[in-house]
């Protein structure tokens, strides 16, 4: 596939976002997400899912009789378990598109998790120098964003890295003494390829930084100084880890203002319940995580539905629910080294309970 050069790119790069609303103006959210990169390991597997009444259904239209406007989905470049790879993307980008969904691509650079606690470079990547990384960044980039345009399924956003708070590409792009330059150049990489495949896709930057203000100061201040591009700012909040939904609006209404860029929350969630279904114990073991609202399928509902009325009311413009349908099917575990063996820490928070049906009192909401 003939490349852009980086430099041409860098050109032909352009955003056509309409300007922000102001701050504190109520926009509605209009990306009313679900992170369902789990699903299709799933299915294979034979869960099954059923709607409110416990009809089985496709659990795709399920979540969209839910609310549910917009899929998004992780990409590793090459990992062990075969899943979340570019070939098994495309089967799952389809799919989401057939429901009339729109597409969120969430790049790792990895070949496992990336989150603020690691960022490995791919296997592939291995011991190349910045520049070589950055050509690394945007080819990749490129030939996922035209491989999904050319099937019919061109993402309308993509995030570059996942909760990058120290950057991404650890050690070349760790943000070492606060020099923002060698990730800027990252980001920059896959911004502009971002374009150069389709120039109306939206680009998301995503920490884990809603709790922490200075941090997200420190960051989007950063990256900004060292000339990264992006289009939407994204945050990841979990009620468990990252403070009140007080102070979640401050953050929202604050990182909006000062970057004059929309708001995305690209992942939350809450447990529907304390009880275990596999062998590997649960993330999240309190009857009441935050703010006394109980582990239970209204609760989970109501937490939800807080987190989306505050995002909603500070102005930002989505809210990603984090693996609604990762339920504790034998086989789909967390280890990519080991997905047959491994287990699911996740499935009292999913949407779906251990018998596939969607929790009745769950909605996404406008």
């Known amino acids: ?10 050109i032909l790069a352009v955003t056509l976002l309409p300007p922000p609303a102001a701050a504190g103006e109520k926009t509605g959210l209009s990306m009313r997400g679900a992170d369902v990169s789990t699903l299709q390991r799933s299915q294979e597997l034979g869960q099954r899912f059923y709607d409110v009444r416990g009809r089985r259904a496709d659990p795709y239209e399920i979540l969209e009789d839910a609310g549910v406007n917009y899929v998004r989905l992780r990409i590793w470049n090459d990992p062990t378990s075969g899943y979340s790879n570019q070939e098994k993307v495309l089967q799952q980008a389809r799919a989401a598109k057939r429901a009339g969904h729109k597409l969120l691509i969430d790049f790792h650079y990895s070949d496992t998790w990336a989150d603020p606690g690691k960022q490995f470079v791919p296997k592939a990547w291995e011991g190349h120098d910045l520049e070589r990384l950055r050509q690394d960044v945007y080819d990749y980039t490129y030939d996922v964003c035209t491989s999904l345009k050319r099937q019919g399924t061109t993402p309308d956003s993509v995030q570059i890295g996942n909760e990058i708070n120290t950057g991404m590409l650890w050690p070349t792009g760790y943000v070492d003494d606060s020099d923002f330059g060698p990730l800027a150049k990252l980001l920059n990489a896959g911004y502009d390829a971002t374009k150069a495949c389709h120039r109306k896709t939206r680009v998301l930057v995503h920490t884990a930084l809603a709790e ?14 060292a000339g990264a591009k992006w289009d939407i700012t994204a945050l990841s909040y979990y009620c468990m880890w990252h403070g009140s939904p007080a102070n979640l609006a401050t953050v929202i209404g604050d990182v909006k203002a000062r970057y004059g860029k929309p708001v995305v929350i690209a992942e939350t969630a809450y447990p529907y319940t304390t009880e275990n279904f596999d062998h590997l114990e649960n993330i999240i073991l309190s009857e009441a995580p935050c703010d006394g609202i109980p582990a239970t399928q209204r609760g989970q509902a109501q937490q939800f539905a807080a987190v989306q009325t505050t995002a909603r009311d500070a102005g930002a413009i989505g809210v990603f629910y984090w693996e609604p349908t990762w339920t504790a099917i034998d086989g789909n575990g967390w280890d990519t080294e080991d997905i047959e063996n491994s287990g699911n820490a996740w499935e009292n928070m999913a949407t779906f309970d251990d018998a596939g049906r969607i929790n009745p009192y769950i909605k996404w909401s406008a």
């Open 1 to 10: 596939m003939k490349k852009i050069p980086l430099a041409v790119a860098a």
């Open 212 to 225: 922490n203000i200075g941090a997200a100061h420190w960051f989007y201040d950063g990256i900004t100084a």
